[in-house]
Nanobody, 114 residues
Framework: QVQLVESGGGLVQAGGSLRLSCTASGSTLGLDAMAWYRQAPGKQRELVAGISSYGTTNYANSVKGRFTISRDNAKTTVYLQMNSLKPEDTAVYYC????????WGQGTQVTVSS
């Protein structure tokens, strides 16, 4: 079993920055890709950014050039640096990890005021 704990969410003004962190614990040896998803009220959960165990990254078009995903050397913590935040980035952000099955964190709220 793997547990994922996110942190770093909060309230920020448009144009500001936040850095989210997600730390995995438990049976982390078999972890492969990790990713950030988000879900805004009334909308489906969507992929924001992902990173493979080799460091290959991919981003949603809506965040390209503004968000950066990274991972620590131990590959148990994934970060999401979010710059130039917009009100439409407001959502609950969830960490996701693949390790034999899908694991999800509990989510962290990001609110961007205009």
């Amino acid at each position: 079993q793997v547990q994922l704990v996110e942190s770093g969410g909060g309230l920020v003004q448009a144009g500001g920055s936040l850095r989210l962190s997600c730390t995995a614990s438990g049976s982390t040896l078999g972890l492969d890709a990790m990713a950030w998803y988000r879900q805004a009220p009334g909308k489906q959960r969507e992929l924001v950014a992902g990173i493979s165990s080799y460091g290959t990254t991919n981003y949603a078009n809506s965040v390209k050039g503004r968000f950066t995903i990274s991972r620590d050397n131990a590959k148990t913590t994934v970060y999401l640096q979010m710059n130039s935040l917009k009100p439409e980035d407001t959502a609950v952000y969830y960490c996701n990890a693949v390790g034999g099955r899908l694991y999800w964190g509990q989510g962290t709220q990001v609110t961007v005021s205009s």
